[in-house]
């Protein structure tokens, strides 16, 4: 007989009492994006592996190559600092903070509910680990291993603008994303900063 109550066979719970756990208004969360953030991960992190591979094969020891007119050129640096040639004489300190920021994206990952947010975190991240593996298993050793960067753009030898490697670009251009997102209001697990400070503000004006 059907009295409003859904059939509490196997569980089930009254009509009644599923609407007043899901309120109508309650906010639809978007599913998680693990997979778009492993798989953006996967290969920005195999395009810094394969280029610093490449390069060290054919560029190490030889004059800068010059490409597109003198805009590009590939040259072989052994960067013992941070991005872009900064911070040279922290080398250790640089790979401690490198590993934070791995771990820091991958206790975000389980809220992440938002592509955007998944593709900026992934290339941050595929980018702290490419960065992080020359730290670990290049000259002169763990933790203090020199990153290789070989990309000098407007003039070799880094004269225009520090020379750096995909894993640069790649936390260079996640970072972006992540900052624009935040200043759209969109946050990692999928809701809206904005419509959330409007419920607070809602909700402290009527208690």
């Known amino acids: 007989m059907d009295n409003g109550l859904v059939s509490t ?4 719970q ?3 009492e599923q609407a007043a756990a899901e309120p109508d208004d309650a906010p639809r969360l978007p599913p998680r994006k693990l997979h778009v953030l492993a798989v953006v991960v996967v290969l920005a992190y195999a395009v810094d592996l394969i280029t610093k591979v490449v390069a ?7 004059e800068p190559v010059r490409v597109l007119g003198g805009a590009v050129y590939f040259q072989v640096v052994r960067n013992p600092g941070a991005a872009f040639s900064m911070a040279t004489g922290l080398t250790w300190v640089l790979t401690i903070i490198a590993t934070a920021v791995v771990i820091t994206i991958c206790w975000i990952a389980r809220k992440l509910r938002s592509s955007g947010w998944a593709v900026g975190l992934g290339l941050i991240l595929a980018g702290a680990l490419g960065n992080l593996t020359d730290r670990f298993f290049r000259a002169p050793g ?7 960067d070989f990309v000098s753009v407007f003039a070799p ?3 225009a603008f520090p020379i750096f490697n ?9 970072g972006a994303l992540v900052v624009l997102l935040s200043l759209l209001g969109k946050d990692y697990d999928g809701r809206s900063t904005r419509s959330r400070r409007a419920k607070d503000g809602r909700e402290a004006s009527s208690g």
């Open 56 to 62: 060290l094969a054919t560029l190490e020891g030889q």
């Open 157 to 159: 030898n880094g004269e």
């Open 166 to 174: 995909a894993a640069d670009s790649s936390i260079t251009i996640g």
């Open 9 to 12: 066979e196997h569980g089930e």
């Open 14 to 16: 009254p009509e009644t």
């Open 142 to 148: 763990p933790l203090q291993g020199h990153v290789v």
